[in-house]
């Protein structure tokens, strides 16, 4: 009986692994990067995976390996993603587009109203200070003394 409430636990770690799964997925679709960034999130996936595994092997079952424990994760992640996985990254996927959709119109809007007129602010307040140090700061001759009283013997 023991036997089966384990099982039945690692069967939920397997689905939570693919949940985990799915939602590195739904990222990727959503937000483009660039390959770098994709290498970390496939390396944070099999870490965030290992201490997953890890723990419900501590937790559930006294760190002790079994065949069974491995049977009911691959059947968790099987049973995952035949039934839930295609409406968990629909139902996801179309909740991030909406976020992104109510997100853009401030972002939008900080951008063209402060961020651009605090840039261009900024940019005119540097050339003046630019034209204001040229202006006031007299050029320093850097040449070398000897190769000042050898152009003067040469004159």
Do not use: C, H
């Not at 689905?15 to 679709?29: S, T």
């Not at 700061?137 to 009283?149: A, C, S, T, V």
């Amino acid at each position: 009986m023991n036997e089966i409430y384990i099982f039945s636990l690692f069967i939920l770690t397997g689905m939570i692994i693919g949940i985990l799964f799915d939602i590195f997925r739904i990222f990727r679709k959503n937000f483009k990067t660039i390959d770098s960034i994709t290498y970390i999130q496939d390396f944070l996936f099999w870490i965030l995976t290992g201490i997953i595994l890890l723990y419900s092997i501590f937790a559930f079952n006294n760190g002790e390996l079994r065949g069974y424990i491995f049977v009911g994760i691959i059947l968790g992640i099987f049973l995952y993603m035949l039934i839930l996985s295609k409406p968990f990254v629909r139902i996801s996927s179309k909740i991030i587009s909406l976020m992104k959709k109510i997100l853009s119109v401030p972002i939008n809007f900080l951008n063209k109203y402060v961020i651009k007129p605090l840039s261009n602010l900024l940019s005119r307040l540097l050339n003046w200070i630019k034209k204001i140090i040229k202006v006031n700061i007299p050029k320093i001759n850097l040449k070398n003394k000897k190769n000042d009283k050898l152009s003067n013997k040469i004159q």
